[in-house]
């Protein structure tokens, strides 16, 4: 659900790979894809880990977000690894915070 937003909001690295010829999705569609994510996340965390499942959401926004910085500022802009990387930080740090809730270590 973040990669979505991920690629609307950071262009491609190179104008002629792969990223820039999968296109981007606009804005609407992307914020509605990650409002969807969120939202099922909620529905499926919030019966373990209760509103704790913000924490969830927010670190693994978090972790895509920093792969996504690092990957702007070096290589200017997205790949289709860089969109891998962003996903699988997400969801370790997702999975991450839900076992630390789950087992009371945070919040």
């Known amino acids: 659900a973040l990669l979505a937003p ?4 950071v262009p491609p690295a190179r104008a002629d790979g792969l990223g820039a010829g999968a296109g981007a999705p606009d ?3 992307a914020w ?3 409002s969807i994510g969120a939202g099922l996340a909620a529905l499926f ?7 704790g499942v913000i ?15 690092v990957a702007r500022r070096r290589f200017g802009g ?8 962003a996903q699988q930080a997400a969801e370790t ?3 991450l915070a839900t076992a ?5 270590g945070i919040a």
């Not at 630390?100 to 009371?104: D, F, V």
């Open 45 to 51: 965390l919030i019966g373990h880990i209760g509103l």
């Open 6 to 9: 991920a690629m609307a909001l």
């Open 55 to 69: 924490i969830v959401v927010v670190l693994a926004a978090v972790a895509a977000t920093l792969v996504l910085a």
């Open 27 to 29: 804005s609407a569609t």
């Open 32 to 34: 509605r894809t990650a």
């Open 93 to 95: 740090a997702a999975l």
């Open 100 to 104: 630390a809730l789950a087992a009371g």
């Open 78 to 85: 997205h790949t289709g690894d860089v969109l891998g990387a």
